[in-house]
């Protein structure tokens, strides 16, 4: 066991700061202090942070951190440390450490320095809360696997989960993303909510099939927050009986399962695993 005290004077700290998602107005008083004090920030894209540190008049020197450096930073952050210089770190928007690399650099610095977190604006709580779906318990991904197989892996993992799920994603990629979801979620309940805390924030709400097929703006940053799993009741008759139902009728196996996927809203590898599981299909 240990204990990390955040304050300790004289002693430089690693400052983990929030800056806005959106609108320049939900920086905190806490924050921009903090980034006036520091030695020196670490930003994912300076160009993003030099915006908004000119916009509040902070003078602070700026450097990058991101995750095509972040191996060779990490020392020279700790060696700063070492030499007393108290360091921030930001990212484009909202708060380092969630789906960037600044929770490598806490775990680098927490046992010899203290860690200090600024508060601020959150994307993931901005989108849950505005949805209208169930706040609480939540479970948040973040960005999926760009890779076909291994997101589906990922998804099918998340698929039983009660609880709403909320994902980031990119706007080249949300109708692949919501294709996915559909692939081995079935058709549920989604809001998609775009720029948020902009003038154009928006929340799209739907099923998955009526956001895949409607004209979405694609364009900003998208937040995808997902009902999790209902068991509305028992089935009675198992996926094996099912797609053996089916081949009585005169297909064949592989149009039976994707007949029963169809069915049930799922993937057709899950009503496929769960005839195996039950015993497989043998033929006369």
């Known amino acids: 066991m240990k204990i990390r ?44 942070t030099r915006k908004l540190l000119t916009h509040f008049e902070i003078k602070t020197l700026l450097d990058t951190y991101h995750e095509h450096n972040k191996e060779e930073k990490k ?9 007393g210089k ?9 708060t380092p450490a969630i789906s960037d690399p600044g929770y490598e650099l806490v775990f680098h610095v ?16 901005t989108a849950l809360v ?16 760009r890779a076909k197989q291994k997101r589906e892996k990922e ?10 799920l909320v994902f980031y994603e990119s706007p080249n990629r949300i109708k692949e993303t919501l294709k996915a979801l559909l692939d081995v ?17 928006s929340y799209i709400e739907g099923n998955l ?37 089916y081949i009585e009728l005169g297909y064949d196996h592989k149009e039976a399962i994707k007949m029963v996927a169809k069915e049930m809203g799922v993937n057709k590898n899950i009503v496929y695993q769960e005839v195996i599981n039950q015993g497989g299909i043998k033929t006369k």
Request: aromatic share 8%; charged share 25%; with cysteine.
């Open 5 to 48: 005290d955040s304050f300790k004077d004289d002693v430089a700290s690693l400052y983990v700061v929030s800056t806005p998602i959106g609108n320049l107005g939900d920086i905190t008083l806490r924050a921009i202090d903090t980034l006036k004090r520091v030695d020196l920030i670490y930003a994912e894209d300076t160009r993003n």
């Open 75 to 83: 020392e020279t952050i700790l060696n700063q440390l070492r030499q």
């Open 86 to 94: 108290s360091i921030a770190i930001v990212t484009d928007a909202g």
């Open 110 to 125: 927490k046992n010899e320095f203290p860690v200090v977190v600024v508060p601020g604006a959150s994307a993931i709580l």
């Open 130 to 145: 505005g949805s209208g779906l169930v706040v609480q318990p939540f479970t948040f991904y973040g960005f999926l696997n």
């Open 155 to 164: 998804l099918t993992q998340l698929r039983v989960l009660p609880h709403t």
């Open 185 to 201: 979620f079935g058709n549920r309940h989604v809001c998609l909510a775009r720029e948020l805390t902009k003038h154009y924030e």
């Open 209 to 245: 099939l009526e956001l895949i097929e409607a004209d979405l703006v694609e364009k900003g940053e998208f937040v995808i927050i997902c009902e999790g799993y209902q068991k509305i009741e028992e089935e009675i008759t198992s996926p094996r009986d099912k797609v053996l139902e």
